[in-house]
């Protein structure tokens, strides 16, 4: 039977007993209905999993009592951080929770000439909300004891400026390039992903000035969701953590 696996904020160490917040809580007793002395593991998203038995406390109350923990996770070979132009509801959760598991350190939803909406900053928040709590699950899913970066909302120009001096690739359909003629990117890299209808004229030339290099994934046109997905599992394969060590 496989274990309930949490990610909880409060830090975690080995010998001691921790009172879980309320959604936390809310979500062991209610939703997956486990009972006094089950078996958990939580992580804190900073590299270990913390394996313990849960003791329900009053009507809504869950305490852990962690007895071991794993080996710290050892970090990539390869560093991703990927801009993705805000795209309409589920193609965003997708792409973000398919990132997660494909293994990117930090994701930034970008605003771009050619976004699904342009909210307030109320709106924008609640969707951050939203997309990290779709990152804390891809973790508890794909076995991450590392929570990825969730950037704010920025739009492409801020987002690009701070990618001077690392690699920055813009996937584009109708590039010449190819992943496999760009020379080892390092320990770092950055992708660029448009929103329905790509990214604009302007905002290629402005990636391009950033020291980005136009690629694309083959001689398909591929979706918003699933062309930054091909993307990392691409450089993943070329330089990342799906080759052997």
């Given at each position: 039977m496989r274990l309930t696996r949490i990610y909880?904020?409060?830090?975690?160490?080995?010998?001691?007993?921790?009172?879980?917040?309320?959604g936390a809580a809310h979500h062991l007793r209610q939703v997956?209905?486990?009972?006094?002395?089950?078996?958990?593991?939580?992580?804190?998203?900073?590299?270990?999993?913390?394996?313990?038995?849960?003791f329900l406390e009053g009507r809504n109350g869950v305490s852990v009592e962690i007895s071991t923990c794993t080996d710290e996770e050892p970090l990539t070979p390869l560093n991703i951080s990927i801009g993705l132009?805000?795209?309409?509801?589920?193609?965003?959760?997708?792409?973000i929770q398919k990132s997660v598991e494909l293994g990117v350190a930090a994701i930034t939803p970008l605003v771009t000439d050619h976004c699904a909406a342009r909210s307030s900053g109320v709106r924008n928040q609640k969707r951050w909300d939203h997309w990290k709590r779709v990152v804390i699950?891809?973790?508890?899913?794909?076995?991450?004891?590392?929570?990825?970066?969730l950037g704010k909302v920025v739009n492409l120009q801020d987002w690009a400026a701070l990618s001077d001096g690392v690699t920055g690739i813009l996937l584009d359909p109708d590039a010449l390039d190819t992943l496999d003629r760009l020379p080892h990117p390092g320990r770092q890299i950055r992708l660029l992903s448009g929103p329905e209808g790509g990214l604009s004229k302007r905002e290629q030339d402005l990636a391009l000035a950033h020291g980005f290099t136009s690629v694309r994934l083959g001689p398909r046109i591929l979706r918003t969701e699933t062309s930054p997905l091909a993307a990392i599992a691409a450089v993943q394969m070329l330089w990342g953590d799906f080759r052997s060590s």
């Open positions: 909880v904020e409060q830090a975690l160490a080995v010998g001691t007993q921790i009172t879980l917040a309320d997956l209905r486990l009972r006094d002395g089950n078996p958990v593991v939580l992580f804190d998203g900073r590299g270990r999993d913390y394996s313990g038995q849960l132009g805000i795209s309409r509801g589920e193609r965003m959760d997708f792409a699950s891809a973790c508890e899913q794909s076995g991450r004891r590392r929570v990825p970066v």
